[in-house]
């Protein structure tokens, strides 16, 4: 009997760093949930109304095209503005946003507001969502006018490389948008204030610090005003770094959890992901004009009696641009989508090397999993044209498995990192 005791004390003691280890860092998976059929049924509906958006988008300037309605509207413009050219370009381009926005206002209503409320997916009032429904128009004509003359001024001038250098021209603006959209356009939708002092705070600066932000201001957005989604982001340029973290984000997930978040969207900003996204979507811009000047040409050659103009270069031309470009778009989607779902897998795993937290950071998918009626693996619709992160069946997985650190070994991401 004592040998037997002495056996057990034995592979006690030699099980025990094991033991301590699992302890330590082997805790129990977190399960990925199953689908709850309403689950289902929402993701249904989002398929059918993205379905619906992009028939609009196509159906609504082939209408306006194949009825003349362009060149008639083309035409009154002048008449208003006695023929002067840009003044007759903005002026139509307002009015084409204008209706584009009021065709499909019933259908934005019926998804954004309906349809969200249906599912407990929304909390604004009808008031927060129509006002801002008009700051987005306004955003919209504004940032249009301002740019819309550069490519047709260069189909005018350089007709046989106006796509190349309207993609040089334009990117400038491209960039300027991102980086004062969160400083200056955001807060058009949203309030915001500093993140008061307490743990929180210090343990998001102590993160921060780590990262090489150590001057960063810590903000919160209101976004309970709009939905119960939780998030947070990252962003600022040259003395204006930001962390903002939704008051849903506050009220939702745990320090721990708050943490891992904020240590994924660091990943962004400090391996300058959004300036590959800018990269893909110049390179996107530039296959989309090439395209434009091909097939609109061809198009314009075709129906030129239909459409009441024979030239690209006419402002009448713009819903027929739209077009093409909106092909193109979608063709490129799903290669779209899958080079931000890998930027949005390293930021997990940034995140998990930053906290070393893979709990925390699988309760946080799952708690994203309920409060957005989430699916584990979208089927491949949703996953090849509207799914731009990975699906939460795999960051739960990642999440549950990827610890080097236990092993010893390094981190993808460990020389970003002062520990």
Same mark, same amino acid.
């Given at each position: %009997? ?8 034995? @592979? ?7 033991? +301590? ?21 929402? &993701? !249904? ?20 095209? /194949? ?6 509207? #083309? ?12 003044? #007759? ?44 429904? =008009? ?11 301002? *740019? ?30 991102? *980086? ?7 807060? @058009? ?30 903000? =919160? %957005? ?5 939905? $119960? ?10 003395? #204006? ?19 891992? =978040?904020?240590? &994924?969207?660091? $990943?962004?900003? +400090?391996?300058?992901?959004?300036? $590959? ?12 004009? /090439? ?6 040409? +061809?198009? #314009?050659?075709?129906?030129?009696? !239909? ?37 949005? &897998? ?21 708690? !994203? ?16 044209? !509207?799914?731009? &992160? ?26 970003? %990192? $002062?520990?």
């Amino acid at each position: %009997m004592t040998r037997l005791r002495l056996a057990v004390a034995a @592979l006690f003691i030699a099980a025990l760093p094991i033991l +301590l280890s699992a302890s330590a860092f082997g805790a129990e998976p977190v399960p990925i949930p199953a689908s709850a059929p309403e689950a289902l049924a929402y &993701h !249904r509906g989002q398929n059918l109304y993205w379905l619906a958006d992009q028939a609009l988008s196509f159906l609504l300037p082939l209408v306006i095209l /194949f009825t003349g309605w362009s060149a008639r509207l #083309t035409g009154w413009a002048r008449r208003v503005t006695r023929g002067r050219w840009y003044p #007759t370009l903005a002026l139509y381009t307002v009015l084409y946003l204008a209706i584009s926005f009021a065709v499909g206002l019933p259908l934005s209503y019926a998804h954004d507001y309906v349809f969200a409320h249906a599912y407990d997916q929304s909390s604004q009032t009808i008031g927060k969502w129509g006002s801002d429904q =008009v700051i987005g128009l306004l955003v919209s004509l504004v940032a249009a006018v301002l *740019v819309i003359w550069i490519p047709f001024l260069l189909i005018r001038r350089l007709p046989r490389t106006w796509w190349l250098w309207s993609t040089a021209a334009l990117t400038p603006f491209f960039i300027l948008g991102i *980086v004062i959209a969160p400083i200056w356009i955001t807060p @058009l939708f949203n309030t915001f204030s500093p993140l008061p002092a307490g743990e929180l705070k210090t343990a998001i600066e102590a993160e921060a610090a780590r990262g090489g932000l150590e001057d960063a201001t810590i903000l =919160v %957005m209101d976004q309970s005003t709009d939905s $119960k989604t939780f998030g947070a982001y990252v962003t600022g340029l040259g003395g #204006t770094e930001r962390i903002v973290l939704f008051d849903t984000t506050l009220k939702t997930l745990t320090q721990p959890e708050i943490l891992f =978040v904020v240590g &994924h969207e660091m $990943k962004h900003y +400090l391996l300058r992901d959004v300036w $590959k996204i800018v990269g893909l979507y110049v390179v996107v811009m530039l296959i989309g004009f /090439f395209a434009v000047d091909r097939l609109a040409r +061809l198009a #314009t050659r075709r129906w030129a009696g !239909r459409f009441g103009f024979d030239d690209i270069a006419d402002p009448a031309a713009l819903p027929l641009l739209l077009v093409v470009f909106g092909i193109v778009s979608l063709v490129l989607t799903p290669a779209i989508n899958a080079f931000s779902r890998d930027v949005e &897998h390293e930021a997990d795993r940034f995140g998990l090397e930053m906290t070393h937290d893979n709990p925390s950071a699988a309760s946080a998918f799952v708690k !994203r999993f309920n409060e957005a009626l989430g699916i584990p693996y979208p089927g491949w619709l949703e996953r090849n044209f !509207r799914l731009d &992160h990975p699906s939460l069946g795999d960051r739960i997985t990642f999440a549950n498995e990827y610890h080097p650190w236990e092993e010893g070994k390094p981190g993808r991401y460990d020389a970003w %990192m $002062k520990k």
